[in-house]
């Protein structure tokens, strides 16, 4: 059976494990994307830290969870979005301003929507993640 959506298979994965209560979650296969978008989620505290595992095929990767994510998801297809439309993807996708962060790549990276409203880039939306009390 061929993945069709990597990104997309490693965001249930994290988000049905953290329902589960689980402290651990195995992601596989690994990439470049991936990486980039677990990095975002560990800077802002909503995962622990992360091993990729190189076992010379695809790759894995081995996630700590923290119990801070309610939901994260992806975003597909991957939708153009403009520096004066990342408002209105921010409040169709999250449950409120305070909670939460919407992942999109640009040309300097994949950042979260805050950092690319400070830059003042647009780019296409991958994701987003989110923790309700």
Sequence with gaps: MVRMNVLAD???????????GKRQVLLRPSSKVIIRFLKVMMKHGYI????????HRSGKIVVNLTGRLNKCGVISPRYDVGISDIETWTNDLLPSLQFG?????TS???????????????????????LLF
């Design 101 to 105: 962060y919407v992942v999109m790549t």
């Design 10 to 20: 490693a965001l249930k994965s994290i988000s049905n494990a953290e329902k589960r």
């Design 48 to 55: 622990g830290e992360f091993e990729i595992v190189d076992d």
């Design 108 to 130: 300097q990276g994949i950042m979260d929507h805050e950092e690319a409203k400070r830059k003042h880039l647009g780019g296409k939306i991958l994701g987003f993640f989110f």
